[in-house]
């Protein structure tokens, strides 16, 4: 691995390549009062231990003096709106140049696999692969699948993270199917290691710790939660108990007395 | 010949013209557990004398240590995903300046004959090929038809693989329709070398080096096998038997003996 | 300031903006056999707590993984060698985009105030000046005098401090003269904070922690010392020492106990 | 390491990072009437066992064919003519970007130290790495002293070799001084691999592989012996005892039973 | 060879490789009457069989409808005038890319060897054979040596022919020594096909044509002679005369008979 992509990574894994990341780029997908004052979230996430934060340029240039030297900046390139026809139909809005002269330690890119536009995320992707690779920024391949069967949820979701992962991505994000035979497999199927994302909030902090262990078991290499972790009332805290199963691993059951 | 390409080629064709080529590049249009380690084919292509393994920068990235110094890097530019609404809708997903930095031998470029875009892809073909000269790097156009009657299929990969020969391809990896009367047409109308591509597992090693006898009665220069090479237990097995048809002259009842 | 830099500089300065950063670019000046490994040297600088590293691209490839995540890159982009007719003679021999795509978090670039080609040498700071600001990535002045007069040499320095941080050093490191006297006016003469060089090795580390003291009571942000501390039999005690002075405003006597 | 370097590199040196380089560049410095016929010392270098070849464009043109898939490309970038005012004033004659076009696995660069341009060399060493860097393309840096007395002859290699090594050299290739106290310290002040030059015909194949086993005892991972090679009668066979020697760790004498 | 080469060579050289070109580009070097009215020099030119003219661009704005199809075009990109301080100090003063733009079949650099500023010569020859080959033209290197004693010149004219062609010429002209034992050696130095420069008027036809037919049975491919063609009454018969000889492999004495 070229030098800057070693030392960006690092920002953003820890010394075990282990990672809790929290991303905080919803605003664009809708209203969440909790992103109204991201400044308190972004204490939360420090004092919780988060490795990195995903976010998009506005908010960056916002938060940027709390997080400097504190949270490894993974920087969304694509998004759609939640006011626009189809929100799934993800555009890079964002230059990977600019990423990186903003101070981006990796650079994250959405694909919705069976959307009728996946060739052409593709090939965005392809394009901002190369870009990346060029500037030593790490790239994160971020999987989400059309909605569908259940069945088929599963397979898009595998074969999301591995085309992503054939065409440069370093790291994977994605969801997982609630068919949770595809976990390990999932994972397996991927040329480079994954994180898992966390979706809308779960019934209970068990649920989100139980999730976070059950794809650490199938092989994952950390988290990367939003709403699970700031629609709670003490993110700091659930992010305390995440570190435990990622980085300790400990299971839920132990960590969830952190809470 | 550009001496870059000279040299270049001399990692992918033998010295005598002939080649074994195996792609491993299917991984983002389904799911095959046998490309969850990669690795381990890599030896066995290694061990079966295989030249060339064809293959996306991801799987560059993980298997470069492996292939340094023994396999020619056969670097595809193009592809479409498996859940997309169109795997045949072909797009250049990837960079071919950034394929030579990375150390390919040859890029190689598919295009689905007789596919509703496809002057769409004839011209990314174009301009991939000119790009592709200027940096001394071999290409290799690579044809398949769309699905169709029996009697088309044979037509459209002779013209298919006419047209990328024309415009600057300096190897063709072509599928053969199961009509055997345009095995030697598709190769003598071609005004480049060309290697047969194997497609699904077939039956038996016995029917894939049947074929590979015909191919190369028909002129071919080698081929360019992989889920009939690593679809088999013993990938390294296979490889010899097709070794000893493509590079030694023998049938295929001769290196069958070798199963 | 600008994020890019913000988030850059936060890896070289800590919270109060104060810093103990460790040069080891001298390699190209002359033989010190203790840069023979420096893979032990970054173990003792990670271990007395430094915050950065200051150094060029040959030797951030050999000691990226050691430092990644655990100490500030500061890249330098000039150069002359020690058996060239003039060890003075600056010139640009590493682009700054380079140095931004490798990970650096700041470039620093020296000049020599009053040498006869010190207007070629700022004209190239211009040019590197404004790369470095169009990139987000800091930039760190460097100012030593040609040899002269002791009352010309702290004039000299003061001058070049200000003329580099008049146009766009984010941070100075300059020498300072015998003549004590200059302290305060040279570091208040910038427009932007100053850290101080140490150059050749002083007869004792109590030297050492006394020049350390008095150029932070003069107003400087910190200490950029190499010889002075990897010349040193244990390098990370004397860097627990200029950290205390640097970092905690405590005198050089209390520092001295830790030696 | 970036993979384009890991897969050119790999052909130059082997598995365990050990290689035998033969240069036929010097007809640019003089009549070496050996050198008319390039095409019979290339046979006798491949049935020699040599890992790779140093040679400029025009001879690369000339003997592609034959070292096509056999010999690793070490393709040189500077040079000055033997009939100029001054051999050592090297310069830029060849295009970084055309070498890598042109099929080379590597480019090497000379630069002399203690030449009164040394300043003006390294500067240009200096853009000719960043460019290589960018390319994936591995950089050899190769050093001379200028004439002088013994003693400094030894500390300008070892000076030499250490600031190429510095400013983005993979690998150093340097002479010797007479002085052997120096062979050690040489290689190990070098923040990357060194071999030999050989320099003018020595007296007796004998000292060739003498001073081949000096090398390696002090660290070299191979050599780079040209007109000790094709000035002697047979010069596959003197490579065959190089081989011995820098590949299985054999004696001088043990390899000298070849010849 | 690159075909845009072979292409273009094809109307410099006949299909044997042989060739009679005839320069009219001494105009900027002094007065020369015959030079004035140039499209009766075409003429005989043609009517003669010379394969091309080498000429500067102004020259080939006049003489293109005369010559369009019937010579080839070698168009200088360097020169020195006749007034100027020094007419050896040849510096690159047309740009190769219009050369091309302009029909071009080839361009035509010339180098004093043994000249105090050679290794800036060498340095432009350089690049313009970087840029040459990637447009598919053809260089060819013209050598002539600084007024020296009679042993030097032989040496230098050896070594500037050899140097040019390891560094890219397609095609060498030479003047030749005296000394006519070196005229074997220079031709078997040079990796590229010779052909040999004529120089001032000599004392007869005869010894014109038994120059061209010493360094025919020397090795040249052909003659590149001006003013030893165009002072000459009939250039037309000259030129037939040097075209039995260069191509039919007449003696002069046979040829003479033709004037």
Same mark, same amino acid.
């Given at each position: 691995?070229?030098?800057?992509?070693?030392? @960006?990574?690092? !920002?953003?894994?820890?010394?075990?390549?282990?990672?809790?990341?929290?991303?905080? %780029?919803?605003?664009?997908?809708?209203?969440?009062?909790?992103?109204?004052?991201?400044? =308190? *979230?972004?204490? &939360?996430?420090? &004092?919780?231990?988060?490795?990195?934060?995903? *976010?998009?340029?506005?908010?960056?240039?916002?938060?940027?003096?709390?997080? $400097?030297?504190?949270?490894?900046?993974?920087?969304?390139?694509?998004? $759609?709106?939640?006011?626009?026809?189809?929100?799934?139909? =993800?555009?890079?809005?964002? +230059?990977?140049?600019?990423?990186?002269?903003?101070?981006?330690?990796?650079?994250?890119?959405?694909?919705?696999?069976?959307? #009728?536009? &996946?060739?052409?995320?593709?090939?965005?992707?392809?394009?901002? /692969?190369?870009?990346?690779?060029?500037?030593?920024? #790490?790239?994160?391949?971020?999987?989400?699948?059309?909605? /569908? /069967?259940?069945? %088929?949820?599963?397979?898009?979701? !595998? =074969?999301?993270? @591995?085309?992503? +992962?054939?065409?440069? $991505? %370093?790291?994977?994000?994605?969801?997982?199917?609630? %068919?949770?035979?595809?976990?390990?497999?999932?994972?397996?199927?991927?040329?480079?290691?994954?994180?898992?994302?966390?979706?809308?909030?779960?019934? +209970?902090?068990?649920?989100v710790l139980e999730f976070a262990q059950k794809v650490m078991d199938a092989g994952a290499?950390?988290?990367?939660?939003? !709403?699970?972790?700031? =629609?709670? &009332?003490?993110?700091?805290?659930?992010?305390?108990?995440? +570190?435990?199963?990622?980085?300790?691993?400990?299971?839920?059951?132990?960590?969830?007395?952190?809470?």
């Amino acid at each position: 691995m070229n030098i800057g992509k070693k030392l @960006r990574i690092s !920002r953003i894994l820890d010394e075990n390549g282990k990672t809790v990341i929290v991303p905080i %780029d919803h605003g664009i997908e809708g209203y969440y009062p909790e992103l109204e004052r991201p400044e =308190q *979230l972004i204490d &939360e996430f420090i &004092e919780g231990g988060a490795n990195a934060v995903l *976010l998009r340029r506005g908010m960056l240039e916002r938060v940027a003096p709390k997080i $400097a030297g504190k949270l490894g900046v993974v920087y969304r390139v694509t998004g $759609a709106t939640g006011s626009s026809p189809d929100v799934n139909d =993800q555009r890079v809005i964002a +230059s990977t140049y600019e990423a990186l002269y903003r101070g981006a330690d990796a650079v994250v890119f959405t694909i919705i696999a069976g959307h #009728p536009k &996946e060739n052409d995320m593709f090939t965005m992707f392809g394009e901002v /692969s190369d870009i990346a690779y060029s500037l030593g920024l #790490p790239l994160i391949g971020e999987v989400d699948a059309v909605p /569908s /069967s259940k069945a %088929d949820r599963g397979e898009l979701l !595998r =074969q999301g993270t @591995r085309y992503l +992962s054939e065409e440069g $991505a %370093d790291l994977i994000k994605t969801y997982f199917p609630e %068919d949770e035979s595809f976990y390990r497999s999932i994972i397996k199927y991927s040329l480079v290691p994954v994180v898992a994302a966390g979706g809308p909030k779960m019934e +209970s902090p068990k649920k989100v710790l139980e999730f976070a262990q059950k794809v650490m078991d199938a092989g994952a290499v950390g988290v990367c939660f939003g !709403r699970n972790v700031w =629609q709670y &009332e003490k993110p700091s805290a659930i992010l305390k108990a995440l +570190s435990l199963i990622v980085k300790k691993g400990k299971t839920a059951e132990e960590a969830l007395k952190l809470l």
